[in-house]
């Protein structure tokens, strides 16, 4: 079982480069979200999608957009790279919001220099 | 929403019980609690959630005071690979309406705990 698979595993961008970060999950679940993980934190939810064309910010948006055109699918990008978005990335979904078990990926490390 | 508090760091013995502690006093009626764990280098994990009722699993077992105010993640026979960040959080059940945020799960820092050999 796949469940959500995350790619790439490891990124290195310069400061202002444009990259998505890809998340796929093949359990049919229709809530699917990211965090990022900086180096002695909790989890931050950066967004979220509750199905196929619903999306809405989280706790720390700014700089990252995000699309859900298939319920597989909820890449991550972002537009302008800054050293402050070095972090790592995890995506997460459930079958649904309120209630149930959220699986995660195995997470994106992504270095802006 | 709602928030807990959880001690920054535990530590315990290979083989022994740990109880580890989690405060949210201001828990509402339909929050559930939950509890994750995130291993090192990994993602996070699921461990085990409950509403009002002690909860056991094959992992671990969640008793919840009778007021909700707190709750304890209890491991049984701590392993050194139970060393991990350990997430208590609430999630609200009542999260009906599209773009509504009160499912999302919002992790604190977490209680790092050791298990020493």
């Known amino acids: 079982n796949a469940g959500v698979t995350q790619t790439p595993k490891f990124q290195v961008l310069k400061t202002g480069q444009s990259m998505t970060l890809q998340c796929a999950q093949d359990?049919?679940?229709?809530?699917m979200s990211w965090y990022r993980q900086d180096p002695g934190m909790g989890l931050r939810l950066i967004h979220y999608s509750v199905g196929a064309g619903i999306t809405d910010q989280g706790e720390v948006p700014n700089g990252y957009n995000v699309s859900r055109s298939t319920t597989e699918d909820f890449p991550l990008r972002l537009l302008s790279a800054a050293p402050s978005q070095t972090s790592v990335y995890f995506c997460?979904?459930?079958?649904?919001?309120?209630?149930?078990?959220?699986?995660f990926g195995e997470g994106s490390r992504l270095t802006v220099l | 929403d709602a928030k807990t508090t959880q001690p920054n760091s535990m530590e315990s013995n290979e083989e022994e019980p740990v109880h580890l502690p989690c405060n949210h006093s201001?828990?509402?009626?339909?929050?559930?609690i939950h509890w994750y764990r995130q291993l090192p280098s990994q993602g996070p994990e699921y461990v085990i959630h409950?509403?009002?009722s002690n909860v056991n699993n094959r992992m671990a077992s969640l008793a919840i005071a009778e007021d909700r105010k707190s709750s304890t993640l209890i491991l049984h026979r701590a392993t050194l690979r139970d060393a991990a960040v350990y997430y208590c959080i609430l999630r609200d059940v009542l999260n009906e309406n599209y773009g509504g945020s009160q499912g999302n799960l919002i992790f604190g820092k977490g209680t790092k705990l050791s298990v020493k050999p």
């Open positions: 409950g509403l009002t």
């Open positions: 201001t828990i509402s009626g339909t929050d559930y």
């Open positions: 359990m049919n679940h229709e809530y």
């Open positions: 997460a979904s459930s079958y649904s919001t309120s209630t149930g078990e959220l699986f």
